[in-house]
């Protein structure tokens, strides 16, 4: 089956400009672009639109998503082709009874109620899953740490014994071995945020030798964002390993201008020779599980049983407020010497207040009303101190509250999207329930309107660069990403005077506009505007070392 595309405007993937031309598809493969010699079995005019490679989702959670949701509309529909998934240090695999244990009760407080779809015992058994099945996208996936950790040893707060490290390090050689892209880690998250900087170098050096790259939810993206910048640089120097910055920013007030700080060490390290890359989502807000927000790390050892009974016993609730009093009392940062010498608990009150209207409540398990509610209503509610609110709410939700935070500057997302080394993810939670993050449905989108064509940010090419080309490099697939012949038929075509970004905080379930066609694999999965439920994908395996 041949299928010519005419009247296009191709842009390659690698930032050269576009050019006017055609592009033949003969089955999974693009076999010629511009003036093609070969006679098509069927012929599409797109009439001037843009045609370039499929957009590959450099920060996917999808993995928690794809098994039950194989069609994945909301990225197929924005134009992804490929999701990086397994990042954080969450993922569907490895699992047993204790990794099975634990997401039985995390999916729910990530992705809603109904979201999870069981885990894996290893990478094998998640592909077989998926291609057995099949999936509109392909998945590239990354072996988490949080998973590997709680399988070695639970969710125990204290350093592996040696046998327990070596259980680790062989289940990240056996992901790697069956095809596992890199090892990603999330630093705020238990199990991982247990580990110490020597427990992750020792696990990158296994990845390393396999030719995967260590991507990296840093310890701290606010008061100690330099810091942890820094202990990614570190890992990724003594294990030798390429090394990914996930979504990053700058969260809270007091530390908006840092990233120009790390990304001053970033180009630093890449001078030293060092593969240093990041990702972004192009929005002023995250999302995460409310009690990760609020909650001191200790909390959260043992199991989330063991959260809960803390949050009923007093004492426990009166000892996690003064912990996490103490923690966000680090995030306040005066000016001149009045940072030395004012007392920070004295601005706490308005700090709290003023966190407390930017946190939106995105998805609960029992009580929807709260949804779109912020933290700050809720305690108006109510009429309880902030704390014992969060407390209460989190007992009556079984913990099961993602919530939407709005603490980024504008400016520093601008500055990380623009840096050449900066590619483009969702980090988009696929919620069943609720009010998703809109960087689910329109983060692809929303780059080429409102920071290509309505602000001039930087030219198409190099947007869409930024989300293909740039993006397979780090992967190591040549063979996607980039227009030419042999590679493989992912593509986008689409309308860059009238792509649309209809996703929002209020209404984020909305598909975009202008995005016409998506193939994956020579196959249609979107055709003028419709998700067609083909299901071409795979679960895409890390190209051999040689």
């Not at 064509?453 to 989300?467: G, S, V, W, Y």
Request: glycine fraction near 10%.
């Amino acid at each position: 089956m041949r299928l010519l595309v005419k009247n296009a405007r191709l842009v390659d993937g690698t930032g050269a400009p576009m050019r006017a031309g055609e592009l033949l598809v003969e089955g999974e493969h693009i076999a010629e672009l511009g003036a093609s010699a070969l006679p098509p079995d069927e012929v599409i005019d797109v009439e001037g639109a843009i045609v370039c490679p499929g957009f590959i989702d450099m920060h996917s959670h999808g993995d928690f998503a794809l098994a039950r949701d194989p069609e994945a509309r909301a990225k197929v529909m924005q134009g992804v082709t490929t999701e990086v998934v397994g990042n954080c240090g969450l993922g569907a695999f490895p699992a047993n009874d204790v990794v099975a244990s634990f997401y039985e009760r995390l999916s729910p407080m990530l992705f809603g109620e109904s979201a999870g779809a069981g885990t894996f015992r290893d990478l094998s058994a998640f592909r077989a899953r998926l291609d057995a099945e099949g999936t509109s996208v392909n998945a590239a996936p990354l072996v988490s740490h949080g998973n590997v950790r709680a399988h070695a040893m639970g969710l125990a707060e204290r350093a592996p014994t040696g046998v327990e490290l070596r259980a680790m390090e062989e289940l990240v050689d056996a992901a790697h071995r069956e095809g596992a892209f890199g090892l990603s880690t999330g630093l705020v998250y238990p199990p991982g945020a247990y580990a110490e900087t020597e427990e992750i170098v020792e696990l990158a050096k296994v990845a390393a030798g396999h030719g995967g790259f260590y991507a990296t939810h840093l310890r701290d993206e606010g008061a100690r964002l330099v810091p942890s910048f820094e202990e990614a640089l570190r890992i990724g120097r003594e294990a030798k390993i390429a090394v990914q910055i996930s979504h990053h920013k700058a969260g809270g007030r007091f530390n908006w201008g840092k990233v120009k700080k790390t990304l001053a060490l970033l180009e630093a390290a890449r001078r030293e020779g060092m593969d240093v890359t990041s990702d972004v989502y192009p929005y002023t807000a995250g999302s995460t599980v409310l009690s990760a927000m609020f909650l001191p790390l200790w909390a959260f050892e043992g199991s989330q049983d063991k959260l809960l009974e803390r949050l009923a016993d007093p004492a426990m609730r009166a000892r996690m407020t003064r912990d996490a009093e103490e923690r966000f009392m680090r995030f306040v940062s005066l000016p001149g010497v009045l940072d030395r010498i004012f007392p920070k608990r004295l601005v706490l009150p308005l700090v709290l207040r003023e966190l407390s209207k930017i946190v939106i409540v995105s998805s609960t398990k029992h009580e929807r009303r709260y949804e779109g509610m912020s933290v700050a209503d809720i305690v108006r509610e109510r009429g309880k101190p902030l704390f014992e609110v969060l407390f209460d709410l989190l007992r009556e939700e079984e913990l099961a509250v993602a919530a939407i935070a709005h603490v980024m500057s504008e400016d520093d997302v601008r500055t990380v999207m623009t840096h050449p080394t900066t590619m483009i993810g969702t980090d988009g939670f696929p919620q069943r329930e609720g009010k998703p993050h809109p960087r689910t449905f329109g983060t692809y989108p929303r780059v080429l309107e409102h920071y290509v064509r309505r602000e001039h940010l930087f030219p198409i090419e190099t947007a869409i660069h930024k989300m293909t080309g740039l993006v397979a490099k780090k992967l190591g697939l040549a063979d996607r990403g980039v227009l030419r012949a042999g590679a493989v038929a992912d593509l986008v075509v689409f309308d860059p005077s009238r792509v649309h970004d209809r996703s929002s905080y209020e209404d984020p379930r909305q598909y975009p506009e202008g995005i016409s066609h998506v193939l994956v694999r020579g196959v249609f999965t979107v055709r003028d505007g419709v998700h067609t439920g083909a299901r071409p994908g795979r679960v895409l395996c890390r190209p051999s070392r040689t």
